[in-house]
């Protein structure tokens, strides 16, 4: 498909081009029996080119003789309005294929806030949406990633879903799918597999239990893919360890990726050294969950600054922990680039901190603040969420007089605070909390923004309302869902693209009381996504 005579029109042609560093290709694909698999991130490109997921399974598939690999994302608007006043299908970026004429295409779902992203690139692909309409002639639609840990609000358009770690089903899926060429057959040796949920077949009664990879024999890419443009991590990423030993109540995340595995500090150094000699790139990130409880992670440090001095190449550390040590380690990181310090407290009192699992004192936050302008960093940013279960007015005022109690210790210390609704998630402790209503969200917010005498950002409650619905929704979503497709609704994240009132209407319309899923599910309820087991 020839695509270069529109690019002019385009704003950010380069994530369209393909070509970038890295970028595999194989030789005559068309006229090979390679099977086609495509790899989707539903959003643009410079946020899925950041995902670590979609380069693993990328290396992985290509490595295979029997397998082309290609990308494609969510087309921005000036795209879409090409492809649709052409009567263009969207396509790959590495050969241009329309994505209607791969064997296989795979969805990377980290959130629910993307599903009408996935309806709308399946329709731009002119692939049937649902999997009840799709036949031999359609590529096979496939899922994984976070949001898989309850799919069946977006269970009528995937035709099978793998929960957990996907380095070595994914195998499974494509050795499959070269010995069955008839789909339900395919879907029935699918369905065998333990850790694949096939929502036409599955009985209610099956239970899926999620995959788990040995993270140190696990395939990873040393040859990571090096956009043309800049992207959201512009950077290598490397995982050190996955999981978390800290279990906080509302973590989905930690149960998700349970139990924790540690990559070797020598298999960390040799994926460092490859990927900056392979990419060029000037900076690298250490990636889990919880950086600092990394065992032995200063010996670890002084190993990675070691080689990046030499070849003066940055780190950054996210997801340390609010402590004294976690700053010495950052502080380690600064030779070449000067950035910021990031903590979560979650909560405003120790009271609610400890309910939630986040057993972090006021006294340890005031230290490490105090620690950290000591040691020459002049902003921290700080995380708060609201709406959590017990919470109280006493805890909304913790945030007000903690932030004070750090501006009085260090008055020339900047903070930007971000405050975040709580989202009940499935598996979780608090899979059943409600979530709190829009006024109380704009009431706490018009507090604080008063209150505190600092940068404050707040994620918008409606889209927070959203999330939740559908991190616990049922199969009754699905028409919701494709209410709100049709009503123009997508990018749901992006607060400037979210429409509010359009999701309302197709609540409406198909007769689906918003309050059933916000509000606290009794303990005798079976949940939704009771027959997937973390």
Partial sequence: MDIEKYLSFIKKPAQYIGREWNAIYKKNPDNSKLLKFCLVFPDIYEIGMSNLGLQILYNILNKRDDVFCERAFSPEQDMEDVLKNNNLPLFSIETKTPLNEFDIVGFNIQHELCYTNILNILSLSKIPLKSNERNDNNPLIIAGGPACVNPLPISDYIDAFVVGDGEDIINKI???????KNKQELLKELSKIDSIYVPLLHDGKKIIEKNIVDLETAEYPVKPLVPFMNITQNRISVEIMRGCARGCSFCQASKLYHPRRIKSKEK???????????????????????????????ELMDSVMKICLKKKVAVSLPSLRCHPSSVDLATKTRTFKKTSLTFAPEAGTERLRKHIGKFLTDAEILETAGYAFKSGWRLIKLYFMIGLPTETDMDIEGVVSLVRSIKKQTPQLNLNITISPFVPKPHTVFEREKFFGLDYFYGIRDLLKRKLHAEVKFHKPEISMIEVIFARGDKNL??????????????????EKFLYQKWLDAFKENKIEINDYLKEIDSSKVVPWGFIKL
């Fill in 268 to 298: 960390i150094l040799e994926i460092i050294e490859k990927g900056i000699f392979s990419t060029g790139y000037d900076e690298i990130s250490l990636l889990s969950l919880s950086t600092s409880d990394y065992p032995q992670i200063n």
């Fill in 478 to 495: 699905n028409s919701v869902l494709l209410t709100a497709f049709q009503n123009g609704c997508k990018f749901d994240q992006w607060n």
């Fill in 174 to 180: 494509v050795d499959l799918k070269l010995k069955t």
